[in-house]
Each structure stands twice: as structure tokens, then as C-alpha cells.
T-cell receptor, first 112, second 111 residues
Framework: NAGVTQTPKFQVLKTGQSMTLQCAQD?????MYWYRQDPGMGLRLIYY???????DKGEVPNGYNVSRLNKREFSLRLESAAPSQTSVYFC???????????FGPGTRLTVT | GQQVMQIPQYQHVQEGEDFTTYCNSS?????IQWYKQRPGGHPVFLIQ?????EVKKQKRLTFQFGEAKKNSSLHITATQTTDVGTYFC???????????FGTGTRLTIIP
């Protein structure tokens, strides 16, 4: 089992460009999450999907959109990238919301 | 909203010394989880505590959940270089199932 996979690993964007971060899990988990990690800020929840077909805003959703494509896949889209979105992005999944989370390897995004 | 604070932010210890990080929540928690993130890596789940006053051990790591279920601690005995990384607590709120991560404690070991 691959666990949680993310693509790409690294990305550099210019301000105003758009991109989609992909995430997939093969653990048959119901819940999936997108976090961003900035120095000294810990992990902040952007969006989550408690189950297939549902998505909800987290702590810092502005500037992002998500799609729960099916039970396995949960993508994060930046429509118009801004330098403030420079960060490391982690996707995670869990069996249910109260259970432990399994994280992907992360995407390091730089917006210039 | 629910806030989870962790102290200290950084800790440098000599190899073989003990290490403790503390986690405090602004609200009572349903459970608390601990994660470890190695430099350049991703968070990895360590343990979950559910009961008031619960203490769990994993080899040299001891985890405690406070009686009021608002605070927790992680203690490492006789640190080793493999313990290097950032330790995060994450508190699950009652009813909302919202997991809030603390800001983490970065542990570095001086050989």
C-alpha cells in the first residue's frame, strides 16, 4: 500500500497563475484533509472532506477550492496564486474524523 | 474558537538528557493526539489519549492527558539522535470533531 500520495512534490508559480494539487489514498479512509504548514504556525486546516461527496471549510480556506473526486482522491486548487500562499501543503486522510490521520509527503509551493 | 498552544517552541538538549513538551487547550477536549515530524518529512501519528488522567508509554516516550482534559504532555527519557524532529499535539473538540494542531515543539539534540 502506498498510503497517501501527493503530486507534485515541488512547484514554483508566478503570482496570478493557477494550479491543482493532487492527493490520493489507498487505505479506504472516509475523511480527507488539506493543511498548510508555515514556519512557527504549525498545521492549519484549509479544507476537509468528512466523507465522499462532502467538503467543508477549515481555518484558512480563502484563495482555495477543493474537489472530492471519489473516495480515494481529494484535490486542492489555487485559482490565482499569491505570494502569501507560499507554503508546504500536506494532504491527510483518516478512517473517520476522530481517528488518527495519515499524511502524505507534502508539496512545497513557492509563489513569486 | 478552539486554540491549542504548545510550549516550548524550541528545545535543545544534550544527548541523554530528558525532554518534555506541554500542550494546553482553550477548551475541553474529546481526545488528544500526538504526532512527530522529522526534518523535511511529514507528520507521523504517535498516539491518542482519550481518558481523563490517562498515561501511556511507548519505550522512552511517556504521554499524559490531564484530569480536566485540557492539557497534555510528552516526556522523552534519555534522548537519542533519532528523537530529533518537531512534536505536535492535536486536540479533538467535543461534538464538532474538529482536530486542532498545536504549533509544535522542535527538538534538536546536541551529540
Amino acid at each position: 500500500n502506498a498510503g497517501v500520495t501527493q503530486t507534485p512534490k515541488f512547484q514554483v508559480l508566478k503570482t496570478g497563475q493557477s494550479m491543482t494539487l493532487q492527493c490520493a489514498q489507498d487505505m479506504n479512509h472516509n475523511s480527507m484533509y488539506w493543511y498548510r504548514q508555515d514556519p512557527g504556525m504549525g498545521l492549519r486546516l484549509i479544507y476537509y472532506s468528512a466523507s465522499e461527496g462532502t467538503t467543508d471549510k477549515g481555518e484558512v480556506p480563502n484563495g482555495y477550492n477543493v474537489s472530492r473526486l471519489n473516495k480515494r482522491e481529494f484535490s486542492l486548487r489555487l485559482e490565482s496564486a499569491a505570494p502569501s500562499q507560499t507554503s508546504v501543503y500536506f494532504c491527510a486522510s483518516s478512517f473517520q474524523r476522530s481517528y488518527e490521520q495519515y499524511f502524505g509527503p507534502g508539496t512545497r509551493l513557492t509563489v513569486t | 474558537g478552539q486554540q491549542v498552544m504548545q510550549i516550548p517552541q524550541y528545545q535543545h538538549v544534550q544527548e541523554g538528557e530528558d525532554f518534555t513538551t506541554y500542550c494546553n487547550s482553550s477548551t475541553t477536549l474529546s481526545n488528544i493526539q500526538w504526532y512527530k515530524q522529522r526534518p523535511g518529512g511529514h507528520p507521523v501519528f504517535l498516539i491518542q489519549l482519550v481518558k481523563s488522567g490517562e498515561v501511556k508509554k511507548q519505550k522512552r516516550l511517556t504521554f499524559q492527558f490531564g484530569e480536566a482534559k485540557k492539557n497534555s504532555s510528552l516526556h522523552i527519557t534519555a534522548t537519542q539522535t533519532t528523537d530529533v524532529g518537531t512534536y505536535f499535539c492535536a486536540g479533538l473538540g467535543f461534538g464538532n470533531e474538529k482536530l486542532t494542531f498545536g504549533t509544535g515543539t522542535r527538538l534538536t539534540i546536541i551529540p
